[in-house]
């Protein structure tokens, strides 16, 4: 049995606990080793540089959220088209999407650079970054900018080795990129003593390396579908399917940007810039978290996609069930683990700042407290875009990150001062989940009918 017959046999008729447990753990340790860019970051510029350092680096979050973003709108886009068209047995179709998506993401991510030196500085402004913290932010996002391409290209087709059934060299993908950037932070802030440039640089050389590593294998035998030149061509109707499906996690990454952008306004403008190095420390935290429960998301993606395509829907159910039950799971753990040890937590990002560990413990808490219905959502989120209904997984990304969440945070504050920040986040998870729950009741509604039928 060839590559292409194996994984579609698998997806087709292996149990659906199997699948998701031999893609789940390739994905997880991708995604976890992945946010470490961004935590190791973090970690050695607070303890080697101190906390106004951490300020500056958590200041340029939101727009490392936007360079995710256009990652997401092609490479998670195309991953479910590429599913589905292997579901329907159509290689060459999905060959196609290969093909288009390449290019979009080397159109993306040449606009991103050259709009990213345009407006950097005011949109630098615009998002929070004071007097004390702007040069640093400049310098780091400086360099951060000329590898756009390497991470729109690299985070982009990495998803989409995962899509075509190779989860465990989307893993090696990742620890390698990953693995690079540990391995060269302490040498580039500390030997080098470059400071916040060397988190930059350590980050855009881990991500040249792997855009090197997962164009290298699409045009290697190892890969399922193969890029070619002659997929290369632009095709109206494909560049609209990944855009349409892809719109969802870029609309939530998007929203994301500005509304951490719009959590450093209202720090600033209620506490301090020693906030803002708080919310880096939390934004890491749940990164990690809900980095895991995405995980989850990656390893159910083909399946969702391969047999809704194929019409197998009792197996998209008992995905979806199975995924759930996880998901919420492990939002668990990680709300037991934040409310009991805030203060360690902290403490590993800087251990020099009193204000820090006050403000940060604090906020951790508070932040995080509703935690436990966030990871269903997740899923829900997920599901709806892996089988094309891209408008249903917009309105739930939409609703918990703008719809409910912004009003909130502009008004809240106003009565509870900081307290009101904290709080802005776990409010709209709560509200969002009750949406989230209504649209999933009549999903299985519909796949129940399905089944029956």
Known sequence: MDKNSQNVYELENSSIKKLLWKYFLPAFTGVVVNSLYNVVDRIFIGQ??????????????????????????????????????????????????????????????????????????????????????????????????????????????????????????????????????????????????????????????????????????????????????????????IVIYIITIGFAPFSMQIAGSFVQALYNIQLVKFSNDIAIAAMGVINSVAMLIVMSIVAINMAAQPIFGFNHGAKHYARVKETLIICMKAATGIAIFGWVVVQLFPETIVQAFN??????????????????????VVGFQVIVGNYFQSIGKAGISTLLTLMRQVILLIPILFFLPRFLGLTGVWFAGPISDIGSALVACFFIMKEFRKLNESISA
């Open 48 to 237: 080697g540089v101190g906390a106004i350092a951490l300020s500056g680096l958590s200041a340029v979050f939101p727009i490392m959220l936007i360079l995710m973003a256009f990652g997401m709108l092609i490479g998670l886009g195309a991953g479910v088209r590429i599913s589905i068209n292997l579901g329907k047995k159509d290689f060459a179709r999905a060959e196609w999407v290969l093909g288009n998506s390449f290019i979009l993401m080397i159109i993306v991510s040449v606009l991103i650079t050259i709009i990213g030196f345009t407006i950097k500085d005011p949109l630098l402004r615009l998002f929070g970054v004071g007097v004390d913290t702007m040069n640093i932010a400049n310098e780091y996002l400086n360099i951060i900018l000329y590898g756009a391409i390497f991470s729109v290209v690299g985070f982009s087709m990495n998803n989409l080795i995962r899509s075509e059934g190779n989860a465990k060299i989307a893993m090696y993908s990742m620890l390698i990129s990953a693995g690079t950037n540990i391995a060269l932070d302490p040498i580039f802030i500390f030997v080098l003593d470059l400071g916040v440039a060397g988190a930059a640089w350590a980050t855009i050389i881990s991500q040249f390396i792997l855009c090197i590593w997962v164009v290298r294998h699409f045009l290697s035998q190892k890969s399922v579908i193969k890029l070619r030149l002659s997929n290369f061509k632009l095709n109206g109707q």
């Open 351 to 372: 251990s020099s700042s009193e204000e820090l560990l006050r403000v940060g413990s604090v906020g951790l808490k508070t932040f995080l407290i509703a935690l436990p």
